[in-house]
């Protein structure tokens, strides 16, 4: 070929490369841009913003629990996406986190204001609480925040609860001031109380009452006026196709009642144990549990149940004392009849290591009678329902569920209709007629009561917290340092 071919070839050629590279330019430019929720699906990751607490992410009895982690979860599954946690230090770098981005979403419990609603996006709420404000058993109890003095009450900076304290303050309570306490979250700020380094505090509903059963001294003077609304938070971008995904999956798990599931697995049997049960629950675990821990891992080793949970059932029992007996006859730890002894070879009821081992295979015996659909932990909360009240009325309750067209498989259905099996227009149209099926309702939240309470000992890495619960009085008080050392 000619020089001057070639070199035409060359111009042809280069003209052609340009051509085709505009071409891809235009077209890509005409493609729209990788939404957010299609990066996270990508690279298989959401990553969530919460704290540490008994209502958000906590150790639980298999790994982490709670209930926003649960939801949580539950969103990522429905994503497609694994689910990875980042704990900041407290409600303002939480908050900042979701503001900058660096996390995709914020799921700690947080109440929707309008100071918030400027930094960044809600989803829609999951749930509504009031706030309380709690004061030590056996002070002063205020009625109104017109009895709080200045100093007297302590809150979070940031939170919502200092959120509803500055409208109440611009609206109602001109006299009313406070100390902002930052780098902590409301479980200090309980053990506080708990201890009488503060006077007053608010915390939500739902954390007072599983809290209360931790920190004996912690007490509600009263509610604030209206519950508030808690929802997700997500960065403030143009970008809506995550808050989309999360608002279609909050009014999905919403309608087909997984919502209020996880509501009532987490906070259905909370609120149960009063000061007198609290104080002796942790007296017992000091005093009696250390003689028979070792007879009740051994029965969970042997049956595969949960030792902690044996030992919730054994204490809802006899409260530990291998020689308690009841005017029936049952006897033992495991409060076991004569039959039931029988038939698990135990030759001494009062003997604790038989009565343990024997009540546990026996448990396992009788979980058979709940059908194999049913899975946990609905299936032990059936189990010992049936185990209390007799499967004949436990059946008997499940058909009044269904009859009512909910799921005859799910404990907090089930519960709900237990206590109708004393009331004649209903005990009459089923097969076992009455029942007194509120005490099977009892018997089930105590032990879960008892449970949450012994998983959590096991648990925690707080040696000083649980040397405090065991201890007769709550020891030295200890005061949280106040954030920028000013009041509101």
């Known amino acids: 070929m000619k020089a001057g071919a070639q070199r035409r070839y060359a111009v042809l050629l280069a003209a052609g490369l340009l051509a085709c590279g505009a071409l891809a330019l235009w077209m890509l430019a005409q493609r729209p841009p990788v939404s957010l929720l299609e990066r996270i699906q990508r690279s298989g990751e959401l990553v969530v913003a919460t704290r540490l607490g008994p209502t958000t992410y906590h150790a639980g009895a298999a790994g982490p629990d709670g209930f926003e982690y649960a939801l949580a979860k539950e969103f990522g599954r429905a994503l497609g996406v694994g689910v990875r946690f980042e704990f900041p230090a407290d409600v303002e770098a939480l908050l900042d986190a979701t503001t900058r981005g660096t996390v995709h979403i914020a799921a700690a419990g947080l109440s929707i204001n309008e100071q918030r609603n400027h930094r960044v996006h809600f989803t829609l709420p999951y749930q509504y609480q009031t706030e309380q404000l709690v004061y030590r058993r056996g002070s002063r109890r205020p009625r109104s925040l017109a009895d709080v003095e200045p100093g007297e009450l302590h809150v979070i900076a940031g939170s919502g609860q200092e959120a509803a304290l500055i409208e109440l303050r611009d609206t109602a309570y001109p006299q009313l001031r406070w100390e902002r306490l930052g780098g902590t979250g409301p479980e200090t700020l309980l053990a506080a109380l708990d201890q009488g380094g503060i006077r007053y505090t608010l915390a939500g509903a739902n954390e007072v009452e599983l809290s209360r ?48 599931r996880l509501y009532a697995r987490y906070y259905g049997h909370a609120g149960r144990m009063n000061f007198v049960e609290t104080r002796d629950f ?69 003997d604790a290591e038989q009565s343990i081992v024997g ?16 899975r946990e932990p609905n299936r032990m909360w059936l189990t010992l329902a049936g185990y209390n009240v007799g499967f004949g009325h436990l059946e008997d309750a499940r058909i009044l569920t269904e009859r009512d067209g909910a799921n005859p498989d799910l404990w907090m259905e089930v519960k709900q209709r237990l206590p109708l099996l004393a009331d004649k227009a209903h005990y009459s149209t089923v097969k076992r007629g009455f029942a007194r099926g509120q005490e099977p309702v009892d018997y089930v939240d105590n032990i879960r009561n008892y449970y949450d309470l012994l998983v959590w000992y096991t648990t925690t890495t707080d040696a000083n917290m649980r040397h405090r619960l065991l201890a007769e009085e709550p020891g030295e008080p200890v005061i949280p340092p106040v954030a920028n050392a000013t009041a509101r």
Do not use: C
């Open 359 to 374: 009540g546990a295979r026996y448990l396992r015996v009788i979980e058979k009678k709940i059908p194999r659909r049913i």
């Open 213 to 260: 059963r931790l920190y004996r001294y912690v007490a509600v003077a009263f509610e604030l006026d209206e519950p508030r609304a808690l929802a997700w938070a997500l960065p403030p971008t143009q970008d809506r196709s995550l808050l989309d995904a999360a608002n279609a999956f909050l009014a999905e798990v919403q309608a087909d009642g997984r919502l209020q």
């Open 282 to 350: 942790w007296r017992n675990v000091r005093d009696r549990l250390p003689r028979y821990r070792g007879y009740f891992e051994r029965a969970g080793e042997i049956t595969g149940i949960d030792w902690r949970l044996l030992a919730a059932i054994g204490y809802q029992e006899s409260h530990w004392q291998a020689d308690a007996i009841s005017p029936t006859g049952v006897r033992g730890i495991m409060m076991l009849t004569e039959a039931t002894a029988t038939q698990m070879k135990v030759g001494d009821r009062d």
